[in-house]
């Protein structure tokens, strides 16, 4: 049983990534089809409304990047055992997924923006306390340096709102939120390697 779940450990693992990279991949491909999009005085969620071929790709660039962040938070979660920070973790990242999904297909001019509002918020705050709560499982574990990123990314999120307008930190909370996801899916992918030892 603890072989299997190692392997397929790094499997979950490579979901997050991938998760990221997907969600990457499209959003550059959206500032590729719209120029008009300006980094720091739109919001990522304006590609949804674009009058180019932007729409479609953030549509099914969410979509696909909301799966795999689904299935990279279920997996986390099932492979935390006794590590009740991960299972949370694991839990948020997998319903911030299904938020992700919900966000391509209601754009920001849906019924108002009313659904788009909700499931963009909601995904936010789930992905916010995923970051809290891997960031409290790895201090409770002895992984200082991961905790201190975390710490610190959490602080540039809270400095961002504080400084800037809605459009701009938004789009930095976006960037600090998918390179911590990374970093928790790359620990992921690694860590259960010495699964007999304390981690």
């Known amino acids: 049983m603890k072989a299997d779940i190692t392997k397929h450990a790094t499997a979950i693992g ?13 959003w550059l ?6 120029d008009t999009w300006v980094w720091g005085a739109n919001a990522i969620s304006d590609f949804g409304v674009s009058d180019t071929d932007a729409a479609d790709y953030f549509e099914y660039g969410c979509m696909v990047s909301g799966i795999l962040l689904a299935a990279f938070g279920a997996g986390l979660a099932l492979t935390s055992g006794p590590k009740t920070g991960l299972l949370a973790a694991g839990t948020f990242y997998a319903l911030a997924g299904v938020c992700i999904i919900f966000i391509g297909q209601y754009d920001s001019d849906y019924n108002g923006g009313n659904a788009h509002s909700f499931f963009a918020w909601t995904a936010a705050l789930l992905l916010l306390g995923a970051m809290i709560a891997s960031a409290a499982q790895y201090w409770q574990c002895g992984k ?19 400084a800037f307008e809605f459009e701009k930190w938004e789009v930095w909370s976006a960037v600090v939120m998918l390179a911590w996801t990374a970093m928790v899916a790359g620990y992921q992918m690694t860590s ?3 699964r007999g030892k304390s981690q």
């Open 14 to 26: 490579w979901f997050g990534i991938l998760a990221v990279a997907v969600f990457c991949i499209m």
């Open 29 to 34: 491909a959206c500032m590729a089809a719209d």
């Open 144 to 162: 200082l340096a991961l905790g201190g990123i975390a710490v610190t990314l959490f602080c540039i999120i809270c400095a961002c709102v504080l």
């Open 192 to 194: 259960h390697i010495k």
